[in-house]
């Protein structure tokens, strides 16, 4: 049998895992037979080879068309102005 030690490069790491997380793991390592470190690896190598969408495929955000900035009573130099503005039916006015 093949030692995991044998075939690849390896690297020692600390992971820290949900206790019940790798309670299953090592539950399924021993299930078929394996090392956890086999389980682990293999998990891994599933995860990245799964395309994960880039933006243009999740979709974009939208972009406002609209025109003319912000209303006058609205101090672009602070933070607190628009938010106060927000709050505040009567700024329209």
Known sequence: MLRLDDTFPCMRIT??????????????????GRSLTA????GLHL???RR???VSVRGQLPVSR????MQ???DP??????LDAADDD???A
């Open 72 to 74: 006058p009573w609205i």
């Open 77 to 82: 130099g602070s933070n607190a102005s628009p």
């Open 15 to 32: 992971v820290d895992l949900p206790d019940e997380l790798l309670t299953q793991a090592r539950r399924r390592a021993a299930d078929e």
């Open 52 to 54: 994960v969408p880039s």
């Open 90 to 92: 009567s700024a329209a």
């Open 39 to 42: 389980l682990l690896v293999d």
């Open 47 to 49: 995860r990245l080879a």
């Open 66 to 69: 609209n025109r003319g900035g």
